[in-house]
């Protein structure tokens, strides 16, 4: 059962950056696609970046050239490269399997907490 802890967030101000890391734990099989999601308190979780074992990336049109997803070199870790932050971007930060995130089967971690503002 891999576990996943999220780390890098922080408190920045307008047009500053942060890069989260998605760290695997734990027996890992196989992996699919992996996703960052975030949740502003008393929101639901939203996606906002993923990529696919080959490194195939998308991202939700709030984020597109601001943000940059991208796998660790042996593939048990996830990176988050966020610039030019808005406080719009306000959220704790999570990262899922896409594939369980969308089913409901997902075991999120804590999340890491990403405050931007003046």
């Known amino acids: 059962q891999v576990q996943l802890e999220e780390s890098g967030g922080g408190s920045v101000q307008p047009g500053g950056s942060l890069r989260l890391s998605c760290t695997a734990s734990?027996?890992?099989?196989?992996?699919?696609?992996m996703g960052w999601y975030r949740q502003a308190p008393g929101n639901q979780r939203a996606l906002v970046a993923a990529?696919?074992?080959?490194?195939?990336?998308n991202y939700a049109d709030s984020v597109k050239g601001r943000f940059t997803i991208s796998w660790g070199n042996a593939k048990t870790t996830v990176y988050l490269q966020m610039n030019s932050l808005k406080p719009e971007d306000t959220a704790v930060y999570y990262c899922?399997?896409?594939?369980?995130?969308?089913?409901?089967?997902?075991?999120w971690g804590n999340g890491t907490l990403v405050t931007v503002s003046s």
């Open positions: 899922q399997n896409t594939i369980l995130a969308a089913a409901g089967r997902g075991h």
């Open positions: 990529i696919t074992p080959g490194g195939v990336t």
């Open positions: 734990g027996s890992i099989f196989s992996i699919d696609s």
